[in-house]
């Protein structure tokens, strides 16, 4: 069984990067028919896809944070982060992490408990 | 980019109500659409994917249907630990876009 844990500062500055880390276990991020994901939601709103990476780096963002946007993926500790710079109010969140399985259908399927990261200084 | 849009954006309804959520995306995405329901405090949890597949555990009374640009989530008698928020998603190209969401309240 397959399981996301989101990890990371659960307070950022405004105009600070915010960080944070998915770690896979029960399954390898190497998988070569999963991508991973990150999904959040600002309270009380629904949810909006930030990007996906794949084991070989490949990357897709969100148009809306591109330029603000670096995902990265750590093999060796079977994990993947997210970094989003300059953030601000607008920023505030639950951040997902999740996984997407190509093989069928891209169905996002196992998805971490959320992480909730608030804007303040 | 392709936009998905819900509707209603809420209902209320009654348990064993059969209850009706479409979702339109505003190109054709062929069959990649998920559902997804989410409780407070809680990840979304796929229900249905590639439009009409249920996904392992979810109770047969969640169908799915549609493909192209309409979709249509049915639960077929509504129960108590259905009153949630559902969403429609297409996983057909980047940015993989949500629908607003449905809350599906008791009446």
């Known amino acids: 069984q397959l399981q996301l844990q989101e990890s990371g500062p659960g307070l950022v500055k405004p105009s600070e990067t915010l960080s944070l880390t998915c770690t896979v276990s029960?399954?390898?991020?190497?998988?070569?028919?999963?991508?991973w994901g990150w999904i959040r939601q600002p309270p009380g709103k629904g949810l909006e896809w930030i990007g996906s990476?794949?084991?070989?780096?490949?990357?897709y963002y969100n148009p809306s944070l591109q330029s603000r946007v670096t995902m990265s993926v750590d093999t060796s500790k079977n994990r993947f982060s997210l970094d989003l710079s300059s953030v601000t109010a607008a920023d505030m969140a639950v951040y997902y992490c999740?996984?997407?399985?190509?093989?069928?259908?891209?169905?996002?399927?196992?998805w971490g408990q959320g992480s909730l990261v608030t804007v303040s200084s | 980019d392709i936009q998905m849009t819900q509707s209603p954006s809420s209902l209320s309804a009654s348990v064993g109500d059969r209850v009706t959520i479409t979702c339109r995306a505003s190109?054709?995405?062929?069959?990649?659409l998920n559902w997804f329901q989410q409780k407070p405090g809680k990840a979304p949890l796929l229900l249905i994917y590639?439009?009409?597949t249920l996904q392992s555990g979810v109770p047969s009374r969640f169908s799915g249907s549609g493909s192209g640009t309409d979709f249509t989530l049915t639960i077929s008698s509504l129960q108590p630990e259905d009153f949630a928020t559902y969403y429609c998603?297409?996983?057909?190209?980047?940015?993989?876009?949500f629908g607003q969401g449905t809350k599906v309240e008791i009446k």
């Open positions: 998603q297409q996983s057909y190209s980047p940015p993989r876009a």
């Open positions: 029960g399954g390898s991020i190497s998988s070569t028919t999963s991508y």
């Open positions: 590639a439009a009409s």
């Open positions: 190109q054709a995405i062929s069959s990649y």
């Open positions: 999740a996984r997407r399985d190509v093989s069928a259908w891209s169905r996002f399927d196992y």
């Open positions: 990476i794949k084991y070989s780096g490949t990357t």
